[in-house]
């Protein structure tokens, strides 16, 4: 499974997170999103949106300044199933 790409590199609080929010409502449950970042905020944001989204923040690193961010879509909540699934 390949992952997305996301550059929010020289873009501030919030916008990576608003930005990646609308990259993963695209994936399908389980892909996986890169974003990479330059704010130093970023890091905080992802961390808190992930706990408060449900999504996996499978890993985060940092090189020259930019920050990698790898999260995994969360599976579909019960209420986002189509009728005919349930």
């Not at 409502?25 to 996986?32: D, I, S, Y």
């Not at 499978?58 to 209420?79: D, K, M």
């Amino acid at each position: 499974m390949a992952e997305t790409l996301l550059d929010v590199k020289g873009l501030n609080c919030p916008l990576p997170v608003l930005r990646a929010n609308r990259a993963l409502r695209g994936l399908a449950p389980g892909e996986k999103l890169r974003v990479l970042a330059t704010d130093h905020a970023a890091i905080a944001d992802f961390r808190a949106f992930c706990r408060e989204t449900g999504h996996d923040l499978l890993a985060f690193s940092e090189e020259a300044g930019v920050f990698s961010f790898t999260i995994r879509r969360r599976p579909h909540r019960a209420e986002e199933l189509p009728e005919s699934a349930s």
